[in-house]
């Protein structure tokens, strides 16, 4: 069966690929599956609340769902999975909350690493993530290196990630091969861009979820968010397992992208 065509976003040079972009169909046959979906994982701090429990138990059973989150994206046929883990802001918070949540990234690497390469998740990191250390930036690195010939699934994971300094890091890099003739600066453009941000060579990020009510992008993913399609949801990240993602893609799929076309 041929699909129809689907739209070409502007700024992507390679526009044939994105058409594949929305139109893949899910194992039925169905609606069209993301290729890219990006999480901001909200709730943990207030369902540990409500709870009387630590904000730690929180992180806890929010590091849970990301492994139901996980396995739901490889199981629907997403190819990238991205998790705003950490971000720029994030340090504002208690030095023992940094803690709790370092320590914890460390011990779920750890758990997970076998996981990842039986599930054929390759990992891959945005943002700055050596502010953390020596020793949990070199176990992050050596998962990246160990998962690197994985295919099935990409999980992207954003630590210490704001899209502002992205943003200014590009300009950065940008102005200084500018200025060192490897390029003209008339010639920049949106691809030379995409080049630059921590994300480049991945897909197009098709849709945008935020858990625990919320309605901001609180500095994620900003450049790549232009014509994603955005889905805020009440349910806490700790609450969030397979059903609420397969219920987040099926909204997608009942969504007409039009990239600013009619
Ligand atoms: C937001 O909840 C969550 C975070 C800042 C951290 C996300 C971390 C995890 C899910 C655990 C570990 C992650 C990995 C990748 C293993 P919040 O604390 O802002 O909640 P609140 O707004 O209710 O206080």
Not at 72 to 79: F, L, T
Not at 100 to 128: A, N, Q, W
Request: hydrophobic share 40%; net charge negative; proline share 5%.
């Amino acid at each position: 069966m041929i699909s129809a065509p689907g739209p070409v976003a502007p700024g992507n040079v390679e526009g044939p690929e994105l058409e594949t972009a929305s139109a893949s169909l899910d194992r039925n046959g169905n609606g069209p599956v993301p290729r890219h979906v990006a999480i901001i994982m909200d709730g943990n701090g207030r369902w540990a609340t409500a709870r009387g429990l630590p904000r730690l138990a929180g992180h806890k059973a929010g590091a849970e769902a990301v492994r139901r989150a996980l396995q739901a994206a490889a199981d629907a046929g997403v190819e990238v999975l991205t998790l705003y883990a950490f971000s720029s802001e994030n340090w504002r918070r208690s030095d023992e909350e940094i803690a709790d949540l370092t320590g914890l990234m460390r011990f779920y690497l750890e758990r997970e690493l076998d996981k990842l390469m039986d599930e054929g998740v390759k990992l891959r990191l945005i943002g700055d993530y050596r502010a953390f250390g020596p020793d949990l930036s070199q176990r992050l690195e050596s998962a990246v290196e160990r998962t690197a010939g994985n295919s099935r699934l990409t999980l992207v994971v954003a630590l210490n990630y704001g899209s502002r300094r992205e943003l200014a890091q590009v300009a950065s890099a940008l102005a200084r091969r500018a200025a060192s003739g490897e390029i003209d600066p008339e010639t920049i453009d949106e691809a030379a861009i995409e080049s630059e941000l921590d994300t480049a060579g991945l897909p197009e990020l098709d849709l945008l979820i935020r858990t625990s009510g919320e309605v901001r992008l609180s500095n994620f993913l900003l450049w790549q968010s232009a014509y994603s399609e955005l889905l805020f949801t009440p349910v806490l990240w700790p609450d969030f397992g397979e059903q609420a993602f397969n219920d987040a893609l099926e909204q997608y799929s009942q969504r007409q992208r039009r990239y600013g076309g009619r």
